[in-house]
């Protein structure tokens, strides 16, 4: 089963402007905490472990804006569900045509199930189900992925709503 959060390296290049580079490190540091929470490319970026490498900096020639570009290493929590992946989520929403939207931390995930299946095995609002990714799209500087995947079990049922609550004191007459 697909841990949302991972451990990675990532490698990445920071563009610093001019009047920050002597306090380069600096900027780039904050720069890094700034994407925190964030979609980047490789994934939702949930936090920074630590910065492995800053390497040297370049300008480009055709860049005549004086910034310059470092490349940098840095390892961190990231969430980038791939196909075939199995997730467990939580249902949201159930439509009555073929789908569930499930949610688990930062991602929503559009479920795809015949009805037959969301009557057989009783999946509504706060029931606990696995899933396998078919497709996932980030957008860059949001703070949710969207997921497109296929029904695999129910894991949990929420408690039934149309249960009686018993007062254990009821009994006690005064």
Same mark, same amino acid.
């Given at each position: 089963?697909? $841990? ?5 390296? /990532?490698? #990445? ?14 900027? @780039?540091?904050?720069?890094l ?6 979609c ?17 900096? !370049? ?24 196909k075939? $992946?199995? /997730?467990?989520? #939580?249902?949201?929403? !159930?439509?009555?045509?073929?789908? @569930? ?8 995930? !559009? ?19 696995? !899933?396998?990714? /078919?497709a ?8 949710? /992925? ?8 129910? #894991?949990?049922?929420?408690?039934d709503? #149309?249960?009686?609550?018993?007062? $254990?004191? $009821?009994?006690?007459?005064?």
């Amino acid at each position: 089963m697909y $841990d949302i959060l991972q451990n990675v390296n /990532i490698d #990445t290049k920071i563009k610093v402007p001019a009047p920050s580079i002597f306090k380069y490190k600096k900027y @780039i540091s904050q720069y890094l905490k700034n994407i925190c929470n964030k979609c980047i490319v490789s994934g939702y970026l949930d936090s920074i472990n630590k910065i492995n490498m800053i390497g040297k900096g !370049v300008v480009y020639q055709a860049d005549f804006s004086g910034d310059i570009i470092f490349p940098v290493n840095f390892n961190g929590k990231l969430c980038n569900p791939k196909k075939g $992946d199995i /997730i467990s989520c #939580t249902v949201y929403q !159930v439509s009555n045509v073929v789908d @569930i939207i499930a949610k688990n931390g930062i991602l929503v995930i !559009v479920v795809i199930c015949e009805n037959k299946e969301i009557q057989k095995y009783n999946i509504r609002k706060g029931s606990q189900i696995l !899933v396998k990714v /078919i497709a996932s799209r980030i957008e860059l500087l949001k703070s949710v /992925i969207k997921v497109v995947a296929l029904f695999n079990k129910v #894991t949990e049922q929420p408690l039934d709503d #149309t249960s009686e609550f018993i007062d $254990d004191f $009821d009994f006690i007459e005064n």
